[in-house]
């Protein structure tokens, strides 16, 4: 119900814009958030924004290069991604909350809809 497109090979610095389109439903009043895991590494939270598009969060590792945003009339969730670097190589997921906000950026609970990812490697 959720699918990721947009990821690709990109050169260290380089751009990359991932859009998250619902199909079959709504998550107008989801929470949203984009999580990535690389080869041998934990799922991590990279970004996550509100039902509204008023609050948002960054990861440390990303806050200043991505940027988070939705069009709920449009039923899709978007990450630009610049200024790219190699330990951003990873398979990028959406993910659905069941609430309006995210309530906890380290556990998966929350989150009952995920897409099937889409995979970014950066090059340096």
């Known amino acids: 119900q959720l699918v990721e497109s947009g990821g690709g090979l990109v050169q260290a610095g380089g751009s990359l814009a991932l859009s998250c389109a619902a199909s079959s439903r709504t998550f107008s009043n989801n929470a949203i958030a984009w999580f990535r895991q690389a080869p041998g590494k934990e799922r991590e939270c990279v970004s996550t924004?509100?039902?509204?598009?008023?609050?948002?969060y960054y990861a440390e590792s990303v806050k200043g290069r991505f940027t988070i945003s939705r069009n709920n009339a449009e039923n899709t969730i978007y990450l630009q991604m610049n200024s790219l670097k190699p330990e951003d190589t990873a398979v990028y997921y959406c993910a659905a909350s069941k609430w309006p906000t995210v309530r906890s950026v380290v556990s998966t609970r929350e989150f009952d809809y995920w897409g099937q990812g889409t995979q970014v490697t950066v090059s340096s």
């Open positions: 924004v509100d039902w509204k598009g008023g609050s948002k």
